[in-house]
């Protein structure tokens, strides 16, 4: 939150330069004297008058005080006691300084600034006007979504594979030579061992696909239709003659 002095700047600039309060005489409900504004304080975020710089350095919140009739009168925030001080450090300094205020010239661009309420005067009797005010916010709500599980299923599967395997041959011949006499007829007996393919089989589990479940924001425009209340105010002329109505908005 930033205060900046109203006439320190030209940034910001009163809605209704009517409430444009420097110089003018602060007083209490009864009309006791406390000084003269010295300095309005502009609060820039929610641009308003945040207070008031009363002579004397008394600083005055804007929502204890209101304006009528050409001064700023304080709200009972106070107890006589309080006050009395206050009157007191504020008479002390303006008893011996006067002050001129012209309001300063504003930048054609300046913001404007909602100032302090102006308060019925004694002659006058205020009505409020009140308006209901549509505000729309927003909230978020669960909409849905999606349920996600995984199973396992089986199903049957073929691969073919070459295989090898070896088989005992016997082949005769015919054969006319000569046998040394020491190797003839010789006794024995000896084994062909044969060997063969077969298929193994094993297993390996691989990530073959991936299933990716997330979120994504879409953004739309929805209107919202509803009906407010607002209070109108109908002043009719009383005259002996004829009536005249009219309707104040």
């Not at 062909?192 to 479940?213: F, I, L, N, Y």
């Amino acid at each position: 939150m930033a205060i900046v002095a109203y006439t320190k700047q030209d940034e910001f600039d009163l809605v209704n330069s009517g409430q444009d309060c420097i110089g003018w005489m602060v007083t209490d409900q009864a009309g006791n004297e406390i000084g003269k504004v010295s300095e309005m304080l502009i609060e820039t975020d929610e641009m308003r008058v945040d207070s008031i710089m009363v002579s004397g350095g008394v600083r005055i919140a804007a929502e204890n005080m209101a304006l009528r009739d050409g001064r700023v009168v304080v709200s009972g925030v106070k107890d006589e006691a309080q006050y009395a001080e206050t009157r007191r450090t504020a008479t002390a300094t303006t008893a011996t300084a006067t002050q001129t205020y012209q309001p300063a010239p504003r930048n054609t661009g300046a913001k404007n600034v909602a100032g302090v309420t102006r308060e019925a005067t004694e002659d006058e009797i205020s009505i409020p006007i009140i308006e209901e005010q549509l505000v729309v916010g927003k909230r978020t709500v669960e909409k849905g979504g999606a349920h996600v599980r995984t199973t396992m299923t089986e199903k049957p599967v073929q691969e073919t594979v070459s295989l090898r395997e070896e088989k005992v041959t016997v082949e005769r011949h015919k054969v006319d030579r000569a046998v040394d006499g020491a190797d003839a007829f010789k006794e024995g007996s000896f084994d062909v061992t044969t060997q063969a393919e077969v298929p193994v089989v094993s297993k390996q589990a691989r990530v073959v696909e991936e299933v990716v479940v997330g979120k994504e924001m879409t953004e739309h425009t929805e209107t919202v239709r509803d009906s407010v209340k607002r209070t109108d105010v109908e002043v009719d002329e009383i005259n002996t003659g004829d009536a005249a109505k009219r309707r104040n908005d």
